[in-house]
Structure formats: C-alpha cells, structure tokens
C-alpha cells in the first residue's frame, strides 16, 4: 500500500460485521513465486445488518475465482476490497480462489518466505494479504487447512490445531490436514512449511490431559532450544497454578524464523517466534536473552486465555490482550525469579524500562491513550504505551482489589466472555464486579480514563509534621499536561502505595485520621482528586521530621515530583524496606548531579557524599549483586534528557553525554579498589546457570570491570584491558565475553578492535551473535564521532543485511533509539543519515521503517541547532509522495 491509499480509522465509528463467517476451508499449493489459495467458507449474514453487500479485505493478492452456493456471481472491487452483491439472505458457501507471491513479500506481513521456508504473520492484517476475507477479529470461524507442497523441499506441513490427515501426493509433493478446534479471528491463523527439526516434550497438566510440547527451528539449532522449552513448561504450569487456566490444545508448538518484525506471535497452538527470543546456548546468548526468551514464551502462551480464548472485538481494544498479557508475563517472570530481592529486580527492570520507553512516548507527538481513538495504520500502535502502560493499568486493578480479588475479577471475566470479542470496558467491569465495594468498584468510572485519556500524570508531594499534634500531613496534587488532540484532562485514579520512616531509617507504624488503631507500616492511599491531603497521627517522640516512601513498587504509572533532600534521599537509599523506592533513590541522587552540570553549562564534579554512598552500597553484605547493579547504574542518557525536557530545559544530547561520561569516570577512579574487589569477589568460572542469582554475580562483576577497563584509560595501566581482553578470548559464556567487549569499547581502548575481530570470527555462522557484534558497536559511547563514523561504515559490512530486521535493527534501531550521542550532532549527519535509511527501509518494509522513523519523534525539545537541524530532515521525509502510510502517519505526526 503506497501513498494515496490511507485513511483515518476511528474507535467510535465501530460498527458489526455485516456477515460472519462460521467455517472456513483453506487449501494451499505452496510455491515461493506462485501459491494457490482456495478458500471455501460458510457465511451466515448478519440479522442485524440485513441487506448489506459483503466487503472482503485483500491487498496485493490476485483474484482468480468467486462461486456463492457453487454458481458464479459478479463482483466488483473499491479500492483493495472485494465487494459482492445481491447475496443470500439465508446462510450461503463462498468459494475463493486467489494467488499470492510469498517470496516476493518483503514486508514480511501475510505468507512469506525465510531461509528457503514459508512463515505467516497475520496481526494485525496480514490476513488479508493471503485471501479475501473479513479480516477482523470479531470474526471468528473454525479453520480446517489442507497444505500442499514439494515433500523434499517442505517436509514439515504445520498449522493451528491438530493434524487429522496426511500423505504423499503425485511429482513428490505431499499434504497435511490441520483442524483447529476452536473458532478464531484470522489474525491467529498461521502456517508453517520447511525443512524444520524440533524438540518435543509431553506434558501432563494437573487436569491429568497430555499435552505435546514442540519447539521447531533449523537443523543446526536444536541445541538451543532447551531454555525455550523449559520455559514453555513453567508457563503451562504457571497458568494452571495461578490463574486456574489449562492448556486447551493437544498440541502446542512454537517455531523459530530469522526474518520477523517483532518479537513473536501467539497464533492459536502455532506460536511463531523471532528466532532471538527462541535460541540459547551458553555460549551464543545472554543473561538478558534468557531473561527474555523466558518473558516472551511465557506472553505468548499466557495469550492463549487472555487473546484467543477471549479476543479483542477490534484493534482499539489492543491493549485488552496486550496490557493483561504483559501483567501476566512481568507477574510470571516474578515468580519464576523466586525470593523477594530478584523479584524485586525484576520489578525495578520493568519500571526502568516504562519510564525510558513509554514516558517520552507518553510526552510526544505519537502519545495516545491505552486505548487508543484513531490511527491510519494499526501495525504503529503496537506500542509500549498499549504494551507497557497497559500493563500498569491492569496491575493498579489488582492493587486496588487485592490478589485474591483480581484472580475473582478474572475467573469472572472467563466465565462471562469466553469464546467472544470483547472490549477493555467488559474487562474492567468483571473485575470491579467480581469486587463490590472494593476501591475500584466505587470509582470504576473515573478509574477508566486511564484507558481513555493520554499523557503521564504528575504527581505533586509534599509533607508536613507537627511534632505538637503528633500528625504528618502528605499532601498530593495531580496534573496532567496536554496531549495530541486531548487539551484537557481529568484527574485520575491514582494508588499511591506508600511507608514513612524516622530520621533513622525505621519504619514507622500507621494510622490515619478516623483509624481506630495502627495498621501496618505501608499504605495504599487513593488520590482522586486534583489535591487531597492525608493525615497521619500518633506520631509523637520522633527526633526528627519523618521521611516519606512514596509510590512504593511504582504502584502507578506516574512521575512523582517531590522536593526531597538530599539527606532523605540518602536515608531512603540505605534504609528503605520497598526496593523499588531505594533504586528510586539512586537514581534520583545521580540525576540531580547530572542536570545539575548539564544545566550550568560546568563539568560534572562528584562530591564526597554520593560517591561514599555508592560506596557503601557496592560493599553492602546484605544486598544482592543484581540490585547492587541497578543501584550502581547512573540513570540513562534518554532517561536524562526526558527530565530536563519535562522541566522545561532544551536538550543538548551530547552534553548529557559528557556528564554521564564524566560521573562515570569519576566513579572508576574513586572507588577504584572497590570495582577490583567487586570484580574478583564476584566473577567466577563455574558452569553457565541462567538463574537470577548467578546472572546478578555476572552483571556485577561485568559493571565492575567496565569502571576498572575505563580507569585504565586515565592511569595507562595496562592490566585490566589485558585481563578483560582475555576474557574475550576465553570466556566460558555469551555474558561475560559480551562484559569484557563492552568494557573495552567503553573505554575506546585500542584492544577493543582485535576483540571484535575475534568475536566475528568465531561467531560468523551465528547470526544471532553477528546481530550483538553490530549492536555493540552501532551503541558504543559517543567519542569525537567516531561511533557514528564506524556504524556508517557498518551499513557497508558483508554482513549487515538490511532487509533482515533483526539485522538492521541491530545497527538503526541502537543508533536511533539508543545512542543519542551519536545520532544527535552539530553537523546534522545523524540526521541524514536517519532521512536516507527511513526512506531506504521503507520502499520494502514499511513497518520496520515506520519505527525507526520514531527516532526523532522528540525532536522538538532538543537544543539548536539540533531542533531545526531534526525539524529539516521530517520535512525532507515527509516531502515525499512515495512513503507508505505507516511511515506517513509517523512523520505527519512528529511534525503536527
Ligand atoms: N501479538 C504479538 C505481537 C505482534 C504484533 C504484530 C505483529 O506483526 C505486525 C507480530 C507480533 C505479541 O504481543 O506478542
Ligand atoms: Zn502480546
């Protein structure tokens, strides 16, 4: 679809399919040029749309033959649809046959080809580009699929569902029949054809049903597959054990393919998978790979309840299965990770990253509300803030109705929509049903403007004690800033989980006014207003003011403005009982020192008190590795840049930089014999376990390395680049050589380069390895231009395949999401550079392009002369008539 074809859909325009479609019958003749599809369906039209025409949606499919009830019919098309008329008032059969080309499809959208297989992605409208069809997910129909293909070239024939049938056919092709037992939106169809192997477990779910389990990659790759499917077992069992939500499928299957737009895909019983949340091994693939193959499985199954049991009844209602599916994989990833401090880590991960990702989104041209009112291509609202902030949204419903009452609200929730296509209004009103008179319940109205209006609240605090009357008084204002189309806004709900401490860092008993006696040392207050103020009483004898924990867990996707000192900062670093609020801390403490040089315009100089209090915090016996990771690792360049947008100061990406650069530096040095110690008391040889302990002793030690690699660069000893030079050489796993490289490119040392050349040359067949060994370089610090020098050089490797997105990925997204340093520059060639690959991209996939056209969605708060220079390149972008309508609505947008 090129320029001319897009249009504004919206939420309120929402009207019934005019036919449903109950069965579908689906034959493929599988050839990479040419694949013959006939579609034979039973239609039933709507009674309560009598008399309309049937519109079917195609896109870049041809059209061979239309029979209703058997007979031929005319047919006319308006624009890619197919409409027909004067249909049957009484149920009819459709036949349609129509051709597609998969190998000539770079989008890789609908049925395509990836290393000599074939792959389908369907959501959210890729259906449509394989038949004509009601290519919406309040269609749901039962699918029978009969593949046919060349048996030597495509031995595995896989789609939804169980195989009934299979055989050889003439001129050494064969078939598989497939039927899927439950109905389904087409957007969860899938097929599968190729030279695959797979891993295969059986299952017994405590129902007592056997289940088999199939993880299906190329030959070489069976001996990472181990971690994915351990992964699918925990969720299996996860599922059923916390949620009550068996597995309904005899058989379920995941497949790995190379070229994909996203991450994976949870068609029903065929889950399709990005190869880099599928394969590991020790030594090809991180602690954080793992992390994420463990996340993503998990989503992907946990869709089979919350997705394709119960659906979305159109694509504004997106965050329904996306937010819940997020909660429920964070919620996974908690438990698996076990004892309360990894569980805690894990937490602080997901706050770090909402706030990174979905913050300046939420702050941008593209922010738009959970769910969301319009778009003009839907593939562009695959976003964190659907993801992500959804997610919140449905873990403040749990605060709010407590654990047991959010597995009510869900059990209520299936009981009354499964098998349907439903709206984020019928999932919130089953929990708050399933929960009379809980905190949701009485204000559910005013709680759902968190699906219906954009933009991060702030949240204002403040606090006051009188020693006299014994009270502590908080007080929190909310207010949240215009968005896109949204001037005004109303206040939210806002749970603000919350403790106070004494001057000592105890925690402190709580009553609020009207309590008859304590309760606890933690609270939940419910702000609903624009300003509320909370008492607390019985404070008497305190020898000082106490210090408030507030939105402790981030209990709601809120920034929390908040004058605090110095000095409870440093209280609440060191003695709160919430981790998150520690972190918090952390973070705040460095990110005062960072704006504070980036805003005088003077270079950053580290006192005493952070840098003993880092200190303490490395040293710390009682603490974990992992979250001495999190607390020692200063707040992100972006993250920087969006607090100095938000107060109002331009954004000068490489100052930001330079001071972050600078803090770390600092920090190398002064706590030089600390790093050496963390270094040696926390590296070790010992066989790979991706566990949550061993993965923070990893993470640890690698950060300790970077600061003793970097010192290097001051002190000119050569011993730690040495050491972290061997380590890339002979590190016993993915993690730690990939510690060392970093910690080298880090430092701009001079080994860095043969380090990359030896890691390319020993990983040149695994692509997923080749994928790291750009992204390394594409996201290296800033220095002289030189990073951004090399990745211009990068896009003429052998190796970077554009056209591959984890490839392009690898080098465009790091550079245009992730290094502002580089990106940004005086001399507008980061810029360029992004105009000519967006549009490159685009001609193929519009996709892809389209994201990394978001990387100058913030162009609007930088400094000059990066703002005109950024504002110059969306034009030239924008200028052009050929652009697909992703990447219009993208630039259109950025520059409204
Ligand atoms: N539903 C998938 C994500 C997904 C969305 C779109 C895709 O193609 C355009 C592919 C995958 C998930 O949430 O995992
Ligand atoms: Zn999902």
């Known amino acids: 679809m090129r320029e001319g074809t897009s249009t504004v859909v919206r939420r309120e325009d929402y009207t019934a399919p005019s036919h449903w479609i109950r069965t579908v019958d689906l034959t493929f003749d599988l050839d990479p040029a040419k694949t013959l599809v006939i579609s034979r369906m039973s239609v039933e039209p709507n009674t309560e749309r009598p008399g309309q025409p049937l519109r079917l949606d195609g896109e870049d499919i041809t059209l061979t033959r239309v029979l209703v009830n058997g007979e031929s019919i005319s047919f006319r098309f308006e624009g890619q649809q197919l409409v027909l008329e004067h249909l049957p008032a009484e149920p009819f059969s459709l036949e349609i046959r129509n051709t597609c080309a998969p190998e000539k499809n770079t989008e890789l959208s609908g049925l395509y080809t990836s290393g000599g297989s074939f792959f389908t992605q369907c959501e959210a409208q890729g259906f449509r580009r394989i038949t004509y069809f009601l290519d919406r997910p309040d269609v749901m129909a039962l699918y029978t699929v009969t593949l046919r293909a060349n048996a030597k070239a495509y031995p595995v024939l896989l789609s939804n569902g169980n195989r009934v049938e299979h055989g050889t056919l003439d001129n050494g092709r064969h078939f598989a029949t497939w039927v899927d037992p439950h109905p389904k939106p087409s957007y969860l169809f899938a097929l599968v054809a190729g030279a695959l192997v797979c891993r295969e477990q059986c299952v017994r779910s405590r129902s007592g049903k056997d289940h088999l389990l199939q993880v299906y990659v190329r030959a070489g790759d069976l001996d990472k597959t181990e971690h994915a499917m351990n992964s699918l077992i925990a969720s299996v069992v996860w599922d059923e054990a916390r949620f009550g939500l068996s597995l309904d499928l005899e058989r379920f299957m995941i497949v790995a393919v190379s070229d994909f737009n996203m991450g994976a895909m949870e068609n029903k019983g065929l889950n399709i998978f990005n190869t880099k949340f599928v394969l590991a091994n020790p030594a090809t693939a991180t602690d954080t790979d793992y992390a994420n193959i463990e996340a993503v499985v998990g989503h992907e199954y946990f869709h089979n309840w919350t997705g394709n049991r119960v659906t979305c009844r159109d694509w504004f209602q997106l965050s329904l299965k996306e937010g819940l599916t997020v909660y429920r994989d964070q919620e996974f990833s908690q438990d698996m990770a076990g004892v309360a401090s990894a569980r805690a880590v894990k937490r602080i991960e997901d706050v770090r990253q909402l706030r990174q990702m979905q913050f300046p989104e939420d702050a941008g041209p593209m922010a738009h509300p959970v769910r969301p009112e319009q778009y003009q291509a839907i593939d562009n609202f695959y976003t964190t803030t659907v993801y992500e902030k959804g997610a919140e949204v449905v873990r403040m419903m749990a605060t709010l109705v407590g654990r047991e009452g959010f597995r009510r609200g869900m059990d209520l929730y299936f009981a009354r929509h499964d098998g349907q296509a439903v709206t984020c209004d019928d999932f919130a009103q089953a929990i708050a049903d399933a929960n009379p008179g809980s905190d949701l319940a009485t204000r559910l109205d005013s709680f759902k403007r968190w699906y219906s209006q954009a933009g991060t609240p702030r949240v204002s605090a403040s606090g006051h004690y009188d020693p006299g009357a014994g009270t502590y008084t908080v007080t929190l204002a909310q207010h949240t800033p215009a968005t896109p189309g949204q001037p005004v806004k109303l206040p939210f709900v806002i749970p603000v989980?919350?403790?106070?401490?004494?001057?000592?860092?105890?925690?402190?008993?709580?009553?609020?006014?009207?309590?008859?006696?304590?309760?606890?040392?933690?609270?939940?207050?419910?702000?609903?207003?624009?300003?509320?103020?909370?008492?607390?009483?019985?404070?008497?004898?305190?020898?000082?003011?106490?210090?408030?924990?507030?939105?402790?867990?981030?209990?709601?996707?809120?920034?929390?403005?908040?004058?605090?000192?110095?000095?409870?900062?440093?209280?609440?670093?060191?003695?709160?009982?919430?981790?998150?609020?520690?972190?918090?801390?952390?973070?705040?403490?460095?990110?005062?020192?960072?704006?504070?040089?980036?805003?005088?315009?003077?270079?950053?100089?580290?006192?005493?008190?952070?840098?003993?209090?880092?200190?303490?915090?490395?040293?710390?016996?009682?603490?974990?590795?992992?979250?001495?990771?999190?607390?020692?690792?200063?707040?992100?360049?972006?993250?920087?840049?969006?607090?100095?947008?938000?107060?109002?100061?331009?954004?000068?990406?490489?100052?930001?930089?330079?001071?972050?650069?600078?803090?770390?530096?600092?920090?190398?040095?002064?706590?030089?014999?600390?790093?050496?110690?963390?270094?040696?008391?926390?590296?070790?040889?010992?066989?790979?376990?991706?566990?949550?302990?061993?993965?923070?002793?990893?993470?640890?030690?690698?950060?300790?390395?970077?600061?003793?690699?970097?010192?290097?660069?001051?002190?000119?000893?050569?011993?730690?680049?040495?050491?972290?030079?061997?380590?890339?050489?002979?590190?016993?796993?993915?993690?730690?050589?990939?510690?060392?490289?970093?910690?080298?490119?880090?430092?701009?040392?001079?080994?860095?380069?043969?380090?990359?050349?030896?890691?390319?040359?020993?990983?040149?067949?695994?692509?997923?390895?080749?994928?790291?060994?750009?992204?390394?370089?594409?996201?290296?610090?800033?220095?002289?231009?030189?990073?951004?020098?090399?990745?211009?050089?990068?896009?003429?490797?052998?190796?970077?395949?554009?056209?591959?997105?984890?490839?392009?990925?690898?080098?465009?997204?790091?550079?245009?999401?992730?290094?502002?340093?580089?990106?940004?520059?005086?001399?507008?060639?980061?810029?360029?550079?992004?105009?000519?690959?967006?549009?490159?991209?685009?001609?193929?996939?519009?996709?892809?392009?389209?994201?990394?056209?978001?990387?100058?969605?913030?162009?609007?708060?930088?400094?000059?002369?990066?703002?005109?220079?950024?504002?110059?390149?969306?034009?030239r972008v924008a200028a052009r008539t050929e652009l697909s309508p992703d990447t219009r609505e993208i630039v259109g947008r950025s520059l409204a």
């Open 497 to 875: 989980a919350m403790g106070l401490l004494d001057s000592d860092g105890r925690p402190l008993l709580l009553q609020l006014q009207g309590e008859s006696q304590y309760g606890g040392t933690e609270r939940v207050l419910v702000l609903e207003q624009a300003n509320q103020a909370f008492v607390f009483t019985g404070l008497y004898g305190l020898t000082g003011e106490p210090v408030p924990s507030l939105l402790r867990g981030f209990s709601a996707p809120v920034i929390l403005e908040w004058a605090a000192t110095e000095r409870q900062l440093f209280t609440l670093l060191h003695h709160d009982t919430d981790p998150t609020n520690r972190w918090e801390a952390a973070q705040r403490l460095g990110l005062l020192r960072l704006m504070g040089a980036v805003q005088s315009g003077r270079p950053l100089q580290l006192d005493a008190a952070y840098i003993d209090a880092q200190r303490a915090v490395l040293r710390d016996p009682s603490l974990d590795a992992a979250f001495k990771d999190l607390l020692l690792t200063p707040p992100s360049e972006g993250y920087v840049a969006e607090q100095l947008a938000a107060a109002g100061v331009p954004v000068d990406p490489p100052a930001i930089h330079a001071a972050r650069e600078a803090m770390r530096s600092q920090l190398a040095q002064a706590l030089f014999d600390d790093w050496v110690w963390a270094f040696e008391a926390h590296h070790d040889n010992g066989a790979y376990r991706p566990d949550p302990v061993s993965t923070g002793r990893r993470a640890l030690a690698n950060l300790a390395l970077a600061h003793l690699v970097l010192d290097a660069g001051r002190s000119g000893d050569p011993v730690w680049p040495g050491r972290a030079y061997q380590r890339v050489q002979d590190a016993g796993n993915f993690t730690d050589r990939q510690g060392a490289l970093i910690a080298l490119l880090g430092a701009h040392h001079a080994l860095a380069e043969l380090a990359l050349a030896r890691v390319h040359a020993q990983f040149k067949h695994e692509a997923l390895v080749i994928d790291r060994w750009f992204a390394l370089q594409a996201g290296a610090p800033e220095r002289d231009g030189q990073v951004f020098q090399r990745i211009k050089t990068l896009v003429h490797h052998p190796d970077f395949l554009v056209r591959n997105p984890n490839r392009a990925r690898s080098v465009l997204t790091t550079l245009f999401h992730l290094n502002p340093s580089a990106l940004h520059r005086a001399d507008a060639a980061g810029y360029v550079f992004w105009a000519e690959k967006v549009v490159e991209v685009d001609a193929f996939n519009p996709q892809l392009a389209a994201r990394l056209a978001r990387g100058l969605d913030r162009w609007r708060v930088l400094a000059e002369p990066y703002r005109s220079a950024a504002h110059e390149a969306l034009c």
